[in-house]
């Protein structure tokens, strides 16, 4: 089992910026991917980026050139720095793992003002 553990939501400002972490632990040897998903109030749950552990990255369209996933995959961990947020990206971002099976995070709140 893998548990992921995240941490740095908060509030801010629109414009602002908020870096969020997630660590693994657990048997966490065979993860290949890790990224962050985000649920806002009454939507579904949508990817917002990833990296693999080849590096390749993926960002939604709606973060792209605002947001950057950066982490070491061997060491499992993983970060998302979030710039110029907007209300829009009020969620509880979730951390999550991937090797043969799917692990998530508990959730972090990020909530920007207008």
């Known amino acids: 089992q893998v548990q992921l553990m995240e941490s740095g939501g908060g509030l801010v400002q629109a414009g602002g910026s908020l870096r969020l972490s997630c660590a693994a632990s657990?048997?966490?040897?065979?993860?290949?991917?890790m990224g962050w998903y985000r649920q806002a109030p009454g939507e579904q749950r949508e990817l917002v980026a990833r990296?693999?552990?080849?590096?390749?990255?993926y960002y939604a369209d709606s973060v792209k050139g605002r947001f950057t996933i950066s982490g070491d995959i061997a060491k499992t961990t993983v970060y998302l720095q979030l710039n110029s947020l907007k209300p829009e990206d009020t969620a509880v971002y979730y951390c999550?793992?991937?090797?043969?099976?799917?692990?998530w995070g508990q959730g972090t709140q990020v909530t920007v003002s207008s």
């Open positions: 990296i693999s552990r080849d590096g390749n990255e």
């Open positions: 657990g048997k966490r040897f065979n993860i290949n991917v």
């Open positions: 999550y793992a991937k090797d043969s099976r799917d692990f």
